[in-house]
């Protein structure tokens, strides 16, 4: 076995001349070097615990008193770090081989860690050197724990304990140990975030201090100087931070052995041996007295205060007893905590329900009195408007009785002028002047008719109006619904007040409860029962606060489903009304439609019919059109030869002076009665608009021109505007021919002065080029 041989290596070089001692193979921290003469005793006890360790398992079960006993007399510092983990059973861990695994992961706790490294034993030499080994395997240990328990993580107060591991053994085992003194030894529970355990601790320990030290109790309770403030270090770090190592070392041995059990006494033992002190300090001198005085009271050995630690007093069944106590007075409290919560629940949800029914009556309250005046002004107007109605019928009557008058007299006059021959003249003014005051008299008729059907209409228009509002059996039903609501506030608010006194009253008698708990512990045993049967009655005035809080609740529930349900029932019956309204609407509305559709019917029919003759009218047109282009084209041919004719006969001189003269005269003459039927035809040929043409294209072929290809349209348009005075440009032959004789004599200047400029101007025009028209339909 190489934990045997170790020892036996270990045993070995104590024994040798010089004294000197190797470092042993499970430390990484190196133990100050052993006086060269050592003595018997210690030299037996160095081999007494070598046969411990080799024969573990047999010794832990047949001696195992007699190892509490070694242990409380100090394990050699050799030895520490095989017996600590023996003790804890923690040598051969599964978890141990996840260790390098874990140092490989992200902690979300390094960043503490880090910074708390520093603080940890800053004044021995393995850790007081920022980056050094010492505070490299300390952050180590830390973040691999860290990623094991995620839910204690890292807690301050827990790196003074894995340094303590790590000066007795490498990094790998010091993790092991820590994670079995978590588990086993109630560390888990101090370290976790509500430090449920350190609570417990510091009930049992003030416990102890008020059943053994009575007069230090009291003194403590007078200056306020609660047990936490000076003993919650001794549990969480077992005296690392308050002694000096080599002392807290021997406390740590005996806690891995027996557990918190040598917390409880050490703690004790300390306020017994400085009673006297404290007794005359305040509290800011018993803290001072603890952080500097207590450390150094123990310099020469800690065997005086483990001996009167041992003297002390401990009870484990009281202890069982006090914690089974303690989860009580816990669990009393969250109860009380979890009604009081309810109860301030209870009273926001009644303040906000008082809320929304004060706002609902100030709403009914302003709809009723909004109700009433628009009743109001509209009665008022119904008045008003009855009166100018009674005041325009009464006119009305008036008129009509003047007219019937005015009828009468006429009649009586016709009569009278039949019966009677009076003078014409006479009879014409006076028969013209009632018909003037038979016009006045009609018109003023006229005019009340109309203002009788302005009233009228006033008159429907105010009916309508009024039947929009609701009718006094809806203003009676909101005014009952008014007063209900002011009755339900009323009781809320009634039970607001009692749950406010009940609140005020459970609150007064768990004050009370609070006197009495704590004084608890001073009574003597003969008050428990009392004080028993006053917890019983709280507890029984607590539930019937909260039956009758649960009762108060049912009633305003059941109220405010009936006010659920009137408001509904009317909301309900608003909206058949509404709804008989609409479907009549519907219903005239898709008669209308009906109408309107039938309509539009008849209107698409006729607009197509007019489309129809549209057409028509147009192809006939332009039919027209066609025709009346084809007859100018054939007129302006025949003008065409007749002056090429003429051109022909000057140029060959085959005519004379006289002859020549007489035929241009008839060239001329006929030219004239050409042109006469040209304009005849284009008179009677229309023209049309733009629309007219569409779907018909008349086209226009110049002779000699292959660029130019001109509809009709645009021939017609552009000879209708040259004729009105306005000249287009038009493609056309170079050079225009002159039809000027070559050779003229006398009497042709003499006959050619005698001209007009509107013949000279009918000969420029008939001197154009021959143009051959196509026409295409």
């Known amino acids: ?242 002694f000096p190592l080599p002392i807290a070392t021997r406390i740590f041995d005996i806690f891995m052995s027996e557990g918190l059990e040598i917390v409880f006494r050490v703690g004790l033992a300390l306020l017994q041996m400085n009673q006297a002190e404290l007794m005359q300090l305040d509290m800011e001198g018993m803290l001072q007295h603890f952080q500097k005085v207590v450390p150094r009271q123990f310099d020469g050995g800690p065997d005086k205060l483990i001996q009167a630690a041992y003297q002390v007093k401990y009870n484990a069944k009281k202890m069982k007893k006090l914690e089974k106590e303690y989860t009580t007075i816990k669990t009393k409290e969250m109860e009380e905590q979890v009604e009081i919560k309810r109860l301030q629940t209870e009273n926001r949800l009644l303040k906000q329900r008082i809320e929304t029914l004060e706002k609902e009556s100030a709403s009914l309250a302003d709809r009723l009195i909004q109700g009433q005046v628009t009743r109001a002004q509209e009665a008022e107007e119904n008045y008003l408007i009855k009166r100018e109605l009674a005041t325009i019928k009464q006119q009305s009557n008036e008129a009509i009785t003047k007219l019937e008058q005015a009828e009468n007299t006429i009649r009586e006059l016709q009569q009278q002028q039949q019966g009677q021959k009076c003078s014409p003249r006479y009879s014409e003014d006076f028969v013209l002047q009632l018909e003037k005051e038979l016009v006045q008299a009609r018109l003023s008729q006229a005019e009340s008719h109309c203002a009788l059907k302005e009233m009228q209409d006033k008159v429907l228009e105010m009916e309508k109006r009024n039947s929009s509002f609701p009718d006094e059996n809806n203003i009676a039903r909101l005014q009952e619904e008014l007063i209900a609501v002011k009755l339900r506030e009323a009781e809320a608010l009634m039970g607001l007040k009692e749950l406010r006194q009940q609140v005020k009253d459970l609150e007064e008698h768990w004050q009370r409860h609070l006197v009495r708990t704590t004084g608890r512990w001073k009574d003597p045993p003969k008050k428990n029962a009392v004080n028993e049967l006053q917890d019983e009655l709280m507890t029984v005035r607590l539930r019937e606060a909260e039956t009758q809080a649960e009762l108060k609740e049912v009633k305003q529930r059941m109220m405010e489903m009936e006010t659920q349900n009137q408001i509904n029932s009317n909301h309900l019956r608003r909206a058949e009304q509404e709804i008989s309204g609409l479907q009549g609407k519907v219903q005239y509305l898709s008669a209308q439609n009906k109408g309107l559709v039938a309509q539009l019917s008849e209107s698409k029919r006729k607009q197509a019919e007019i489309e129809c003759k549209n057409k028509e009218e147009v192809m006939a047109v332009r039919l027209r059109e066609a025709d009346s282009i084809a007859a100018v084209a054939e007129l302006q041919q025949h003008i065409a030869e007749l002056e090429i004719q003429k051109e022909e006969g000057k140029f060959q001189g085959q005519l004379n002076n006289s002859d020549s003269s007489q035929y241009i005269r008839e060239l001329k003459d006929q030219i004239a009665e050409l042109n006469h039927e040209i304009r005849s035809l284009k008179g009677k040929t229309p023209f049309p608009g733009p629309h007219a043409f569409d779907g018909i294209h008349i086209v226009n072929h110049l002779i000699g021109d292959d660029e130019s290809l001109h509809s009709s349209d645009e021939d017609f348009i552009s000879n209708h505007v040259q004729e009105s005075g306005v000249h287009f440009h038009l493609h056309r032959r170079t050079g225009p021919m002159d039809l000027t004789p070559a050779t003229a004599n006398s009497s042709d200047s003499d006959t050619e002065n005698t001209e007009t400029p509107d013949t000279i101007v009918q000969k420029e025009n008939n001197q154009k080029r021959v143009e051959s028209y196509s026409t295409t339909v």
């Open 1 to 242: 076995m190489d934990l045997s041989r170790l020892l036996e290596t270990d045993s070995k070089s104590l024994r040798s001349v010089d004294g000197s001692r190797r470092n042993s193979g499970s430390s990484l921290v190196s133990s100050s070097s052993a006086s060269s003469n050592l003595s018997h005793l210690e030299e037996d006890s160095w081999i007494l615990w070598g046969r411990i360790v080799n024969d573990w398992e047999d010794v832990r079960k047949k001696k195992e008193k007699q190892i509490k006993e070694l242990v409380r007399k100090g394990i050699p510092h050799h030895f520490r770090a095989i017996v600590w983990q023996l003790l804890c059973t923690a040598q051969n861990m599964p978890i141990k081989d996840q260790y390098s695994e874990l140092l490989k992961m992200t902690s979300p706790s390094e960043k503490l860690i880090r910074r708390d490294i520093a603080r940890t034993y800053p004044e021995h030499d393995f850790f007081k050197e920022k980056d050094s080994l010492g505070q490299e395997v300390l952050f180590n240990v830390m973040k691999a724990y860290s990623l094991v328990d995620r839910e204690v993580g890292y807690c301050q107060g827990s790196a003074f304990i894995v340094g303590l591991l790590l000066m007795q053994m490498p990094e790998e085992e010091a993790f092991c140990v820590f994670v079995k003194l978590m588990q086993d030894y109630r560390l888990r529970e101090l370290f976790k975030p509500s430090m449920a355990e350190l609570g417990l601790c510091m009930y049992q320990f003030e416990w102890m201090i008020q059943e053994q030290l009575p007069e230090l109790y009291v003194h403590f309770q007078a200056q306020s100087f609660h047990t936490s403030m000076y003993a919650s270090s001794w549990f969480l770090t077992i005296f690392l931070t308050s």
